[in-house]
């Protein structure tokens, strides 16, 4: 039976994350480390500045990544993991990737079930109803079209991280709040984080 998730949700720092997963999963977690919102960049550094954080935070990092392997594979390797850390990126193409590799079902599934969910900038974002808000900030075109820019549904707000414009500027923040009046937002500061645990939202340091 489906379980209220787990989630930590970052805009930029990974600081929060051992106070979040330990209790959880104990130290020495093994992350499943998913890469996938950055495959269409050339410059990946801060997925080895990640990986690295999270290796100095005494976790097993082990890269998890749809593109590379079959659903049944990956389907698999959630069931050998602690936790998921979902990496930023291209939010439009990390989105469209787990609907055409079929990864974005087990996910859901896994984390729905218990297995806590670490979701930075692009990896909080989907998390939410609809990334349709972040086609200021993230260049749809960059990735293949979607037929739905439907979330993964596990929050009901959209967030928007780099909230003070520390990625492509304050004025894309600006407009994006303007034109996406109509849509429930939530503007992540990179020093902050939200914790999703037992069915209570909490906005903390990050």
């Known amino acids: 039976m489906p379980s209220t998730p787990d989630l930590l949700l970052l805009s930029r720092w990974l600081t929060p994350v051992p106070g979040f997963l330990v209790p959880l999963v104990g130290r020495g977690a093994r992350i499943g480390y998913v890469p996938t919102a950055s495959s269409i960049y050339p410059d990946q550094a801060w997925l080895e500045l990640d990986r690295a954080s999270l290796e100095a935070q005494g976790f097993d990092v082990v890269d998890v990544d749809p593109e590379q392997v079959s659903t049944a594979t990956f389907t698999r390797a959630l069931g050998e993991i602690d936790a998921i850390f ?78 003070e414009g520390t990625v492509g500027g304050r004025e894309r923040i600006d407009r994006t709040r303007e034109q996406f009046a109509d849509h429930p937002l939530h503007f992540l500061r990179d020093d902050e984080a939200i914790v999703v645990s037992g069915g209570i939202t909490r906005v903390i340091p990050g």
């Open 86 to 163: 979902v990496a930023g990126g291209n939010v439009f193409h990390l989105l469209g990737a787990l609907r055409r590799t079929g990864a974005d079902r087990p996910l859901v599934h896994a984390v729905e079930h218990g297995l806590p969910y670490i979701g930075a900038s692009a990896g909080a974002c989907i998390t939410g109803p609809d990334i349709a808000p972040l086609a200021l900030l993230d260049d749809p075109a960059e990735a293949e079209p979607l037929d739905s820019t439907e979330g993964l549904g596990f929050i009901g707000v959209t967030i928007v991280p780099h909230a």
